[in-house]
């Protein structure tokens, strides 16, 4: 994705469901300067890890031997659900406090979806692009080159 205008102090979010950097424009439209100035994250082990019950069983009826599985509880995919809410939550204060007036998001489908239904009108409205893409490893010159040609 090319062709994105990005005022100057305007933000870059990066994020997937365990890690947010964002950035901030110390540049022009013309020339922007990605540089980080937040980043957080929480640990996010997988299901396994985090859950150790067996699936449950339900009887398929009065007197009935046969039993059927319940299907296990995804603790990871629920975690990065979470992980986006926050992620919104704390947008919307900054948004509030008139930190930003534009910001570019940048996130895979899925936390891309997940924040879409969290973001307030107020970090909505100052949306200038999205990007359904993992960055986050990617180091900043990349991400530059990436967002702004």
């Known amino acids: ?80 659900h979470e992980f986006a809410h926050k992620i919104a939550s704390l947008l919307d204060q900054d948004a509030q406090a008139g930190r930003f007036e534009q910001i570019v998001i940048v996130a895979p489908a899925v936390i891309m979806g997940e924040l879409r239904k969290s973001l307030s009108d107020a970090v909505s409205s100052r949306i200038v692009a999205e990007e359904a893409k993992d960055l986050t490893k990617h180091p900043v010159p990349e991400i530059e080159k990436l967002l702004f040609g």
């Open 1 to 80: 994705m090319s062709g994105i205008r990005l005022k100057h102090k305007g933000w870059v979010l990066i994020a997937d469901g365990e890690k947010a950097l964002l950035l901030e424009n110390n540049g022009t439209p013309d020339k922007p300067e990605l540089h980080v100035f937040n980043g957080f994250g929480q640990s996010n082990p997988r299901t396994s890890a985090q859950g150790e019950d067996r699936p449950g069983r339900l009887s398929d009826g009065m007197g009935s031997a046969h039993r059927s599985a319940v299907q296990e509880t995804d603790w990871h995919r629920l975690a990065k």
